[in-house]
């Protein structure tokens, strides 16, 4: 196996720089000259983007800067022991020993266990005082081998370093507590899931020895993860979520009580979060486990910005419903190629009377546009209308469902489904049809409800029987209820007016309004503004007249959907056009988007803003606002929510179509262009 670190990778005691992206470029350039990068530009990009998501400066001078790149073909450590120290982000002050973790992004299991054994070792000050104390290179690299445990120990490292051991991970299912001694189990993860999951993890086992109690800790990372057997789950008195993403199986852990924090606070005051835990398992009424997503780390606190938490809710619901929108979309496109568009009138008598051996007669359905006239492509558009108008159903009440699952967890779910079906009368009981903005108001009703319920005082033994009885009957009552009888025809009324105000609006309104969705589609290239808008067009074109009239919902959806796909194409022929202004990566990203923006995929254009937001960002959102509003106004109207060019097929005014999506392009890629251009920017060796 090759060596995670060597002597060429090892500085001591010099100035890389007065900032951690100085230290990071110099770093990286240690590996590119130590020959163990393949793209230099990558690993400094991959880096700086993890360092720009959460900064990597630890307690006692250290930093980690680390990531998962292209840029490396196998797990790599360069060390730095800086003089002076830069700060790096941690609340004590500046870091002088600086290690870059470069893991290649398709590392396996062998070499990530490497990492997380490092990572371990960080937190222990007799590893990281031995590294100040090293004298050579060479001594620096026997006491990183050493605690990964590739090489002993020499003897001239031990004396530097008497105290370190090869670091072990947690046995997840530890033998039953002694008598008396009180037991935790935790769950550690973070996004790259290379250094702070198993620091965090080695952070709160120390913590609990101190403490006098056992943790048994399950680390979520790229390393793999041995899930916590449901005995030792069931035997703790409370759990610590340290985290800054979704804990997986979340609901493992119902009833318990919980801490929960970002994943640095157990690396900086492991201490406190064990003690709050313990008092929460001395109080009978603990908060229980609460929410999908890992509170932010903000400043060791761990509390979610209301903002981000309203941001996280409405994304999850609409992650979840996209899957529907797009199968149901796309399927009910299908059969309007095979079947035609009046395939939505005889489609039930076609099932109920047809079959793939007794073909129905398209001309005496009234099914002109059946394909080639023939009997077995109108009985094909008949099962396609159906299996895609039944994926169609469940869009809204998933939409409602997973909502109310990202505020309340597994309870909330099946009331949310049920608030969804009220909303979108799935039972036909003649309920307020109040669309996706009852759907959104009654998830959220249900999610707090049970939120609510969940926090209510109760026994210990009736504590199993609150997530899977008490909260999703209580809270499908009441927010029924509410729904029903209070809010129900208010929304649905106005839900009544918007459909009036789109059906009445043409010339420069519709204009305007598709200029306003390509700005919101390029924004934030998948984030909330861009939901939002797809959400605004998909609901229109959910029901069986929208598609087979020509409704202004098909022209709305065809003005999102042209403006979502304009980002990544104008991004990658500005690639083409003045590749000077990219970098390598970019480039290689550019012959991606021309696909990925083919497909209606706008996360295509991450990477470029990411890189160079205040340039990237305005340019993609004029191209975008421009191709929304000339598809609003040549009429361009599409039939199927998702697929880009293939669903030209379900596409009205094809002409309108490519004109409006060229020009955005164009426009989009001249104006990232001048707005690199004017920047200054330093051209790129090709």
Known sequence: MTALITPDLVR?????????PSVIRALAGVVQSSGRATDEAQLVEDAMARENTSRTGLPGGIAIPHCRSAGVEEPTLAFARLSPAVDFGAKDGPADLAFLIAAPAGGDTTHLQLLTKLARALVKPAFTSALREAGSPQEVVDLISHEVGQVPVPVAAAAAAPGPEPAAAPAPAPAPAPGGTRRLVGVTACPTGIAHTYMAAEALEAAAERAGVEIAVETQGSAGATPLGADTIASAAAVIFAVDVGVRDRHRFAGKPVVSSGVKRPIDDADSM??????????PNAPRVEGTAAAADA??????????RVRRVLMTGVSYMIPFVAAGGLLIALSFLLGGYEIVGPFADILAQNSIFNLPDPDALGLDHALFGSGLMAYLGAVLFVLGKTAFVFFIPALAGYIAYAIADRPGIAPGFVMGGLAADVGQFGTPQTGFLGAIVGGVLAGLIAHRIAGWKVSAWARGLMPVLVIPLLTTLVAGLVMLLVLGKPIAWLMGQLEDGLNGMSGSNAII????????????????????AYSFAVAGVGGAAAVANDSPALNIMAAVMLAGMVPPIALALATVIRPTLFTVAERENGKAGWLLGASFITEGAIPFAAADPLRVIPAIMLGSAVTGGLSQALDVGVRAPHGGIFVLFAVSSLIGYLIALAAGVVVGALAVIALKSMGGREPVSA
């Open 299 to 308: 400043g060791g606190a761990g509390e979610e910005s209301w903002g981000a």
């Open 274 to 283: 064990i003690a709050e835990a313990l008092r929460y398992a001395d109080d």
């Open 12 to 20: 001591l005691d010099v100035a890389l720089g007065d900032d951690s």
């Open 513 to 532: 309004l598709g200029c306003i969705l390509g700005l919101m589609m390029a924004f934030d290239m998948g984030g909330p503004l861009n939901k939002v």
